[in-house]
């Protein structure tokens, strides 16, 4: 039997464990350790598809889940290129909630032309953006766009108002590692490339600027 112990995994970090073994040990029994309900469906369905059967068992401090391979099955190849951001570990929101809007900025200023043009759009455009209502879920920032979660003034005034309305803020941590402002990052989750593909997959609409 092969054992995964995945405490303390962030997701999908327990079903990417889980892909690496099957794919390069094929194990008949596979025995994985989680710590949180979100990541034992996850592995569960994941080794479903995989041609596993499952079984789990609460443990006291997680999840034990028992993958045994189906007969004659062959695990790991059928699907090479699957989307592995659909086993986030994101809490699903309810059926009156359903819509989740994604805003995906770029820059710190709107169109070319005039930069000077270009940050009184974007600051006009993030005023606006509470006009979308519960669907607005969540703001991605990346390259020249984290510079908005850095400069004092109207921009950042009006990105701290939509995370007090409960609109999520990522922004890239490469990014302002790049542009040398870690540790001038003054709003938002500093964030990887991981979650912002998992973002775009489950949001219901994307919106780049």
């Given at each position: 039997?092969?054992?995964?112990?995945?405490?303390?995994?962030?997701?999908?970090?327990?079903?990417?464990?889980?892909?690496?073994?099957?794919?390069?040990?094929?194990?008949?029994?596979?025995?994985?350790?989680?710590?949180?309900?979100?990541?034992?469906?996850?592995?569960?369905?994941?080794?479903?598809s995989r041609s596993y059967s499952v079984e789990t068992k609460e443990e006291k401090e997680g999840f034990r889940v028992l993958g045994k391979?189906?007969?004659?099955?062959?695990?790991?190849?059928?699907?090479?290129?699957?989307?592995l951001s659909q086993y986030s570990c994101e809490i699903t929101y309810s059926p009156d909630t359903q819509d989740k809007q994604l805003v995906?900025?770029?820059?710190?200023?709107?169109?070319?032309?005039?930069?000077?043009?270009?940050?009184?759009?974007?600051?006009?455009?993030?005023?606006?953006?509470?006009?979308?209502?519960?669907?607005?879920?969540?703001?991605?920032?990346?390259?020249?766009?984290?510079?908005?979660?850095?400069?004092?003034?109207?921009?950042?005034?009006?990105?701290?108002?939509?995370?007090?309305?409960?609109?999520?803020?990522?922004?890239?941590?490469?990014?302002?590692?790049?542009?040398?402002?870690?540790?001038?990052?003054?709003?938002?989750?500093t964030t990887n490339m991981l979650d912002v593909v998992t973002s775009l997959q489950m949001a219901t609409k994307v919106i780049k600027i």
């Open positions: 039997m092969r054992k995964l112990n995945c405490f303390g995994l962030a997701c999908p970090g327990p079903v990417l464990k889980c892909k690496e073994v099957i794919e390069s040990e094929s194990p008949e029994l596979l025995e994985v350790l989680v710590d949180n309900a979100a990541a034992k469906e996850n592995v569960c369905r994941f080794l479903k391979l189906s007969d004659g099955a062959i695990p790991g190849f059928e699907n090479e290129k699957e989307d995906f900025i770029t820059s710190n200023v709107i169109g070319h032309g005039d930069d000077i043009l270009g940050q009184k759009l974007m600051l006009n455009f993030l005023k606006t953006l509470p006009e979308m209502g519960k669907s607005l879920w969540r703001i991605i920032l990346l390259n020249g766009g984290v510079k908005l979660a850095t400069e004092d003034g109207e921009v950042l005034e009006a990105l701290k108002e939509l995370e007090r309305s409960g609109v999520s803020i990522l922004v890239c941590g490469t990014c302002l590692d790049f542009f040398k402002l870690l540790d001038k990052k003054k709003i938002g989750e």
